[in-house]
């Protein structure tokens, strides 16, 4: 073989010119990456961080931030408050992940089946996600006030003999708060489990019809485990979502009676545009996002293990 046909053949397949004229397909991808970055950044990574450094100061938005240590920290510690908030929001979120997690499941079955006007009925429960947040609170207050359309129908059905004081009764407000959570959130996780069944191949359906399986023993056996994934990404979300809840709260009961319904997210909100002590809510927001990404990342672990 000719030394002409040796290096020809050397020079075969050619080079990429990406490596030569361009960053490469790595830089490409970084470069097509950077503006997401720079808005994570902006927008989480730094918020995060600077309040992270503010749990460290008596910040309170006007002097200079004065470097106090773990005070902040010790204060928490003290705060029956504080404690009373965190307690709330462990009720609060896990109430509302149970039954947002529970509830839209079978009712996601019964449509995916094809009951009657299953349309109207998807539409209906999407409702309350695109009313807007204090519009539906504002309605909710309305009609659970003492003197409310709910009371009224109550009394003058005789269901009970005098008004129930959904808002105003320290043992009661706190599941009020979370029913309306539940109600507005119901319309998300059901379209999470409507689309999870979507990808659910028919024939199991039928041949769980033809086997004479009822409807508790599909769910059980087929429904449940092909949704695996989406019931994981359904806690997820409930979970995040109840713990850092605060529209329903400060609109319904503003944290009252007696901070019976005030969670840690809106007394954070509290301390530091009511008493300008935002070294200290930085630090209660510090501790509330160590409590979320630690029982998320135990969540997502003991998910992982049971597949």
């Known amino acids: 073989m000719s030394g002409q046909a040796v290096r ?18 790595t830089g490409w991808a970084w470069l097509f990456a950077l503006p997401a970055v720079a808005l994570i950044g902006g927008f989480v990574l730094y918020p995060v961080l600077n309040t992270i450094l503010f749990s460290f100061t008596d910040f309170n938005g006007l002097a200079p931030a004065r470097f106090t240590g773990l005070d902040q920290y ?29 509830l839209p499941l079978p009712v996601a079955y019964w449509i995916h089946r094809g009951i009657p006007f299953r349309r109207f ?72 489990y409507l689309a999870g069944l979507s990808t659910m191949p028919d024939d199991q359906l039928e041949a769980a019809a033809i086997d004479g ?40 009961t503003g944290g009252g009676p007696a901070n019976a319904s005030k969670n840690t997210a809106y007394y954070i909100w509290e301390s530091a545009f009511s008493y300008f ?9 510090v501790v509330l996002l160590v409590i979320v990404l630690g029982l998320v990342m135990a969540g997502l672990r003991l998910a992982g293990r049971s597949r």
């Open 213 to 252: 399986a009822g409807h508790a023993r599909t769910l059980a056996s087929i429904v449940i485990p092909h949704l695996r994934g989406s019931i994981v990404l359904s806690s997820v979300i409930a979970f995040v979502a109840a713990m850092r809840m605060f529209d329903e709260i400060y609109v319904l």
């Open 121 to 192: 009925f998807r539409a209906v429960l999407y409702l309350p996600v695109v009313v807007p947040i204090i519009v539906s609170s504002v309605a909710w207050k309305w009609m659970l006030d003492e003197a409310g359309l709910l009371n009224y129908l109550l009394t003058t059905t005789g269901i009970t003999d005098r008004p129930v004081a959904w808002l105003s009764d320290p043992g009661l407000a706190i599941w009020t708060v979370t029913g309306v959570i539940v109600w507005r959130a119901f319309g998300i996780y059901l379209l999470i």
């Open 8 to 25: 020809a053949r050397r020079a075969w397949p050619p080079r990429p010119l990406t490596g030569i004229l361009g960053p490469g397909e």
């Open 277 to 285: 002590k935002f070294g200290y809510s930085s630090a209660m927001a």
């Open 74 to 102: 010790a204060a928490l510690a003290g705060d029956s408050v504080f404690h009373r908030t965190l307690l709330n929001s462990a009720l609060i979120t896990a109430a509302a992940t149970v039954l947002l997690v529970c």
